[in-house]
């Protein structure tokens, strides 16, 4: 029977993500643990490469960033100062009947007034703050002297290395600082898959310019971010701007944007591009009282305190919106039945798990051990996989269910001419080349690469 809905839904996400290895659920086996994910072989290669790309493109395509893996673990006061102590909450209600609980910003502001739930009706508790940090102790003895926290953003790691980083390397403002790492937040709603976690990975960048050249670098960045998706093959029509009002604006920030995408759930937020003004190095300078003012030494030694453009995106998230974008569900016969569609991930060359998947036609007389030869010589430049069992057919829709953009198929002719196979993803074409061109096609196929 044929399934009449093709649209990309996020239990189909969810689901393929599971079978092929992408993500599975924390702990499954103890019922998993909320707000928490695992990536499997293919997801960890998605993960990296996304990272991978972004790291390209933030430091080695500019040349004034440079990179920094600070600890998640920071002094106490890092958050004091940061204001996340005071500031960084979320307005929780409970429902009394039901017990389901909200964030008070995300339910129906005349519900919340009459103090009524949106499930079942039933009436909210008052709303109260909740701080989203993580707390643990460090050292044996569980006190307040040995409090700390898991740290909700990576920025403050950057902001309190910016003087050590401008001593050892030697840069001048304007200059960036970028950073991948893990982030942690005690979420109070966890929903849609690996949208909204309580631990996830961000890929920051902090840019430091002088006060009044903000706003220049601030269209800037904005520019550089949604150019970046461009160039990662994302459908454009999914990604717009979003300007945070007066009320929206965090306690830190002069003017915000955020790039939303068209997720299966609507609308959402992907990524941030923010003003932060001095707010950050200025409150570093008063609770640490070391002096955080940048020395222009170009000009007459001119004394500031730098503020601060940030691009914030969540590199999990974004893990799941390329996984969104990629996903079709496509029609390729007319025969009536299932096998009519096909599901394919149009993942960028650059970011498949798999670049190049090697199938010989028949496991007997030789073929096999062709084409293990064949991967052998295409190991050093690309990720590989090997499949011999089943229908030629079938294996090429394992493969466009995995994303891989590039199969070979290994066959008679392969014996006698030294030519095999090479069949595109997207367009399902095939074409013969050479066994010894083969490296150097399959690079420039990459290089071309634009998303049909
Ligand atoms: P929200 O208001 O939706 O809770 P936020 O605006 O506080 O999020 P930022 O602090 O700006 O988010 O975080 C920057 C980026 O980090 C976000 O654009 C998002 O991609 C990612 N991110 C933030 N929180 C989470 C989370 N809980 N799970 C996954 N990614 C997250």
């Known amino acids: 029977m044929e399934n009449n809905d093709r649209s990309v839904t996020m239990e189909k996400i969810t689901s393929l993500a599971k079978r092929k290895g992408f993500v599975f659920q924390s702990s499954e086996i103890y019922g998993g643990l909320s707000g928490a994910w695992d990536y499997g072989p293919y997801g960890i290669e998605l993960k990296n490469r996304i990272q991978r790309f972004w790291w390209k493109e933030m430091t080695q395509l500019h040349d004034n960033i440079v990179g920094l893996d600070a600890a998640i673990l920071m002094h106490p ?40 739930c949106p499930e079942c009706g039933g009436e909210l508790t008052d709303t109260r703050k909740f701080n989203l940090m993580f707390k643990t102790h460090i050292g044996p003895v569980e006190n307040d002297s040995g409090l700390i926290y898991l740290r909700p953003e990576t920025a403050q790691g950057i902001y309190v290395n910016y ?8 840069m001048k403002i ?3 600082i970028a950073q991948v790492g893990k982030a942690f937040r005690n979420e109070i709603v966890t929903k849609n898959f690996i949208f909204r ?7 920051e960048m902090q840019y430091f310019v002088k006060p009044g050249e903000d706003e220049k670098a601030f269209e800037y960045w904005k520019n550089e ?13 999914k990604l717009r701007w979003h300007q945070h009002g007066k009320d929206e604006l965090a306690h830190y920030a002069k003017d915000a944007y955020d790039i939303e995408y068209e997720f299966p759930m609507g609308w959402k937020e992907l990524e941030g591009v923010h003003n932060r003004s001095n707010y950050d190095l200025s409150r570093h300078q008063e609770f640490s009282g070391k002096d955080m003012q940048y020395i222009d030494q170009d000009n007459g030694n001119e004394r500031y305190i730098p503020y601060i453009i940030e691009t914030s995106a969540g590199l999990t998230r974004q893990l799941l919106m390329v996984l969104c974008d990629a996903y079709e569900e496509e029609k390729i016969a007319d025969n009536g039945n299932e096998d009519d569609w096909r599901t394919v991930l149009h993942f960028h060359p650059l970011l498949a798990p798999v ?16 084409a293990q030869d064949i991967r052998n010589e295409l190991k050093e430049d690309f990720v590989t996989d090997y499949d011999q069992a089943g229908a030629i057919g079938r294996r090429y829709r394992r493969q466009d269910e ?16 030294g030519t095999v196979t090479v069949r595109d993803r997207d367009t399902m074409e095939q074409k013969r080349v050479h066994r010894s ?16």
Not at 77 to 98: I, M, Q, Y
Not at 355 to 370: I, Q, R, S, Y
């Open 225 to 237: 971010r949604w150019n970046y998706y461009k160039k990662l093959g994302i459908r454009m029509e």
């Open 174 to 176: 304007p200059f960036g």
């Open 163 to 170: 003087k050590n980083i401008i001593q050892s390397n030697r």
């Open 77 to 116: 006061r890092v958050w004091e100062a940061s204001g996340h102590v005071e500031n960084f909450t979320d307005p929780l209600v409970d429902c009394k009947k039901c017990k389901a609980r909200f964030r008070a910003d995300q339910i129906d502001p005349e519900k919340l007034q009459k103090h009524e």
């Open 355 to 370: 670049t190049v998947a090697v199938l010989p036609l028949m496991k007997k007389d030789g073929l096999a051990e062709l």
């Open 197 to 203: 976690t309580c631990e996830f990975e961000q890929m």
């Open 402 to 417: 995995a994303g891989t953009p590039y199969c070979i198929t290994i066959d008679y002719d392969s014996k006698e001419d």
């Open 437 to 452: 061109e083969l490296r150097a096609y399959i690079h420039e196929q990459i290089k071309q690469y634009k998303r049909k």
